[in-house]
């Protein structure tokens, strides 16, 4: 007894979760007469699927920015807000743009809607996860006030002849999830909308299409048993209630795959006989034997996807074409059907090209529009990617050195880009400029000609998937003690160039690696800077030395005496310790006397805003402190002893400062900054700092 008095308790406390209010407003049901109450009070219940979809995109918002001079728009909607992120889009905006365009036009009607939405591209872009989010979106905006729709089902059937004998429910659900205005007869609607008062300014009330031939049937043979009194018919036989579209459930929500050509069946599409009601109904052309469970059928009011459309058989392509173009579709042994459906299908490069090289395709490609779905050619973008799939909540205790994600996203990046041709700069110049870096000479209106000249930049290079399967070999890789840095990333990478089946071409596979080394050779350079601000990050020792400087700025800018603070004798301006300061950052002996004017306008600019000057404030100067706090300090601490592992234990304090600085402020743990210390230990040790 105790037993059970604890089991429902549990069941209790579950069954607490369920939230009753929003069960009954999504099962909601009514009459026909309640249904146009619906539709005068929110017209928008009657949308279409285009209209629909775009509205649920557009429900998430829009942020509009500016990049290289453009107008740009990003819909919050791709960053998946339904699954916290789980099928976010990176580094898409301007496809993402396109394709919202192509559903805005659909959505008024100036044409789109009469077309296949084709997103082409590489494989591993994104266009899956695109059709998928959409889906996905679909479902459940229908299960918002915003975005809910309605549907109808017959009842009191009995005795009709309308279904079996054998029927005890009496009961008829609309087979393909009709708009309940399509019960009106097409030449009252006009004046049904007029008169009734159905729209508003922000939408009109358009009834389009005809029932399904199943529901066509019901309703002629309950014209004729009420001899043509239509407001019996929906009064006595009609029940409306809410839609919810599912994918699972396969309600408004549709995927086709094809499979090989001796399994492909056009029935697939437009649905096929119930042979086992033929024996119920008599006839296998009475619509009460017929499934209309084609994708293309149980898509209707929603919207279906085409994997890899254009590796569909060509029997299959003569469905697309009228349910594209006139919006109906043929059931075997039935009259045109009307559909209301948005139809988007994705393909890669070789299918597409088989398309333009065919002339019998040529009707499909009229009735096609086609939005590119490039790679990702920013790396900040591009790291998104991964710190997705590996962020460190999933990786159970294995750690990620800093950089690692970066250099993997930079290597990717660089083997999507076209070099550059009319301006002097490399290809890793060229990615950091795509990322919202500056480079000394250039300005975003070099930007956007290093864009234009380029043709097919983004649809050639190496897919995510790629880099993600290689992370995940460094991961699970033997030897490797809790963490994967960048130096095994780049050796998975490079390894997997010898063997992958999609690195055949030799002149593709020896540029891929030379990019590798490239990307070694920016990480060094990353790395040595990440230490030399661990070794020069005493706060204190900064604010002295930057003190100091400006100090003597001021004396020389002004052509006055400096105070020396341990003898208190004025001096001349110390131009030695200045001018240390200031190579470090390229200043030139010529342009000395304008940086420091231009110091001291910066510092009295501050001070009329109320502000006070630190050495953190001017990011150049920052910079150049730093640089020349590491090199005052890199010969006492004597890093390059690291590499000989005999170190005192005075310098050893000093490295363990350093190390836990690396903890703290960069994000390593305690093995990953041992090796990258050792590193640049090894680097130091060749002489290969820059002064």
């Not at 406390?13 to 369920?18: D, H, N, P, S």
């Not at 019996?232 to 499979?259: A, C, M, W, Y």
């Not at 296998?284 to 569909?312: H, Q, T, Y």
Request: glycine share 6%; charged share 30%.
């Amino acid at each position: 007894m105790a037993t059970d008095t604890s089991t429902a308790s549990l069941i209790s406390r579950i069954a607490a979760l369920q939230d009753y209010k929003q069960y009954e407003d999504m099962h909601w049901e009514g009459s026909f007469e309640d249904y146009l109450r619906v539709v005068r009070d929110r017209p928008e219940v009657t949308r279409n699927a285009f209209q629909r979809l775009y509205d649920m995109i557009i429900s998430y918002g829009e942020e509009e920015y500016i990049d290289n001079k453009k107008r740009l728009i990003r819909y919050p909607f791709f960053r998946d807000p339904m699954d916290h992120g789980k099928d976010a889009i990176h580094g898409l905006d301007i496809p993402l743009m396109r394709l919202v365009h192509v559903l805005q036009a659909a959505a008024h009607g100036y044409g789109p809607e009469k077309r296949i939405i084709l997103l082409h591209g590489p494989v591993g872009s994104s266009k899956s996860t695109m059709a998928r989010l959409l889906k996905k979106g679909c479902e459940h905006y229908s299960r918002t006030t915003a975005g809910c729709l309605y549907t109808f089902t017959w009842t009191n059937l009995q005795g009709t002849g309308c279904v079996s004998d054998d029927d005890t429910t009496g009961e008829f659900a609309c087979p393909m999830h009709e708009e309940p205005l399509r019960l009106v007869p097409e030449d009252w609607r006009p004046k049904v909308v007029r008169e009734l008062a159905l729209g508003n300014d922000h939408h009109r009330v358009k009834i389009a299409g005809d029932l399904d031939p199943a529901c066509r049937f019901v309703f002629q043979r309950l014209m004729n048993r009420y001899h043509g009194d239509w407001g019996k018919v929906v009064s006595n036989h009609i029940r409306v209630k809410r839609l919810l579209l599912s994918e699972k459930d396969r309600v408004g929500i549709g995927t086709f795959q094809p499979k090989d050509e001796k399994n492909q069946d056009a029935t697939e599409l437009t649905g096929d006989i119930n042979y086992r009601k033929i024996a119920e109904y008599g006839s296998d052309s009475d619509p009460r034997a017929f499934n209309f469970d084609g994708e293309l059928n149980i898509s209707n009011r929603g919207i279906v996807e085409f994997v890899e459309i254009l590796k569909l058989d060509v029997a299959f392509l003569y469905d697309l074409l009228g349910a594209t173009q006139e919006h109906k579709i043929k059931p075997k042994k039935f009259a045109q059907t009307d559909i209301d459906e948005v139809i988007i299908g994705h393909t890669n490069e070789a299918e597409y090209q088989r398309l333009l090289n065919n002339e019998f395709m040529e009707a499909l490609r009229d009735r096609t529009i086609k939005i590119d779905i490039p790679y990702i050619t920013k790396m900040s973008e591009e790291i998104k990617i991964y710190e997705k799939d590996f962020s460190q909540e999933r990786l159970r205790g294995k750690h990620i050195a800093p950089h690692t994600l970066e250099v993997a996203a930079m290597w990717a990046v660089l083997t999507r880009l076209e070099e550059p041709k009319k301006h002097q700069i490399s290809a890793l110049q060229k990615m950091k400029l795509y990322d919202g870096k500056m480079l000394p000479g250039f300005t975003q209106d070099n930007v956007k000609e290093l864009r234009k000249e380029t043709q097919r930049e983004g649809l050639d290079g190496v897919s995510p998937r790629y880099v993600q399967d290689k992370i995940s070999n460094a991961l699970v890789r033997d030897g490797v003690e809790g963490y994967i840095n960048p130096f095994m990333v780049l050796n998975e990478l490079d390894k997997g160039l010898r063997h992958h089946s999609l690195f055949s071409d030799e002149d593709r596979r020896k540029r891929y690696a030379e990019l590798i080394a490239v990307v070694k050779g920016e990480y060094e350079e990353i790395v040595k800077n990440e230490v030399q601000r661990a070794i020069s990050a005493d706060e204190g020792a900064i604010a002295r030395l930057c003190a100091n400087y400006i100090d003597n700025v001021r004396a020389y800018t002004l052509k006055e005496k400096v105070k020396n603070r341990y003898t208190g004798r004025d001096e001349a301006p110390d131009e030695r310790l200045m001018r240390s300061i200031e190579e470090k950052i390229d200043i030139s002996d010529n342009r000395k006397d304008d940086f420091r004017r231009e110091i001291m306008n910066y510092i009295g600019a501050l001070a009329i805003e109320g502000k006070k000057f630190s050495y953190d404030t001017n990011d150049r100067l920052r910079r150049a402190l730093e640089m020349k706090l590491f090199e005052d300090q890199k010969d006492s601490i004597k890093l390059s002893s690291f590499v000989s592992n005999v170190i005192d234990k005075e310098t050893q304090d000093k490295i363990d400062v350093i190390k836990s600085r690396l903890i703290k402020y960069y994000g390593y743990n305690e093995a990953s900054a041992n090796d990258v210390l050792s590193f640049v230990a090894s680097i130091f040790a060749r002489g290969d700092v820059k002064e």
